[in-house]
């Protein structure tokens, strides 16, 4: 049975994520595999991986390449760690919006 991104989300320990892009096709995007990266992305992303990553180190131009370089190498989707210390510290402090705009990409 395939792991959809919706079926992560559905997962008890993902109840406080937001999704800020990507609504339309969580269903369709099969996980084939999840990785930890942060900055460089270089080769370590492949196509059809969930990526989790906090932007440590990252600033505002950096975490955009990090996510736009992510995505370009086929991840179905980017899930971003929040809280001190991170690229991205709370809710209150957004995804960069050419981020979460993503062209329909799954951004949570």
Not at 33 to 61: H, K, M, N, Q, Y
């Amino acid at each position: 049975m395939a792991v959809t991104v919706a079926d992560v989300l559905a997962l008890p320990l993902m109840a406080e994520a937001e999704l800020v892009a990507g609504h339309a096709h969580l269903a369709d995007q099969q996980v084939r595999w999840a990785a930890v990266i942060e900055w460089p992305v270089e080769t370590f992303v492949a196509s059809g991986e969930l990526i989790l990553t906090s932007g440590v180190g990252c600033d505002e131009p950096m975490f955009e390449s990090l996510c736009e370089q992510t995505m370009d190498a086929g991840a179905v989707a980017i899930f971003v760690g929040t809280g001190a210390s991170r690229y991205v510290e709370s809710t209150s402090c957004p995804v960069p919006e050419p981020v979460s705009r993503g062209s329909g990409r799954h951004f949570a």
